[in-house]
């Protein structure tokens, strides 16, 4: 850490932006990565066909999101 106000440390200001990089990133990329995961799964479902109202209740989705996954098929 810097002893002063006029002194910088380079790397304590790099390791500091990349963390809150991180921060902020990684749980968005798992929520990401977890709701395509479900949007692959109701589609495959529906096109082995199990009803939308199954499809949501297994999901955790509501049957309209179930729906407008289906018509993007």
């Not at 380079?10 to 990329?29: A, K, T």
């Not at 709701?35 to 939308?52: H, L, P, T």
């Not at 209740?57 to 018509?71: F, G, H, Q």
């Amino acid at each position: 850490m810097a002893n002063s106000l006029t002194e910088f440390d380079e790397e304590e200001f790099i390791r500091d932006i990349h963390q809150e990089g991180y921060d902020e990133g990684f749980p968005n990329g798992i929520s990401q990565g977890t709701r395509q995961k479900a949007e692959e799964a109701a589609r495959d479902f529906f096109d082995n066909g199990v009803s939308v109202d199954i499809i949501a209740k297994s999901l955790k989705m509501t049957e309209e999101e179930v729906k407008e996954l289906i018509r993007t098929i």
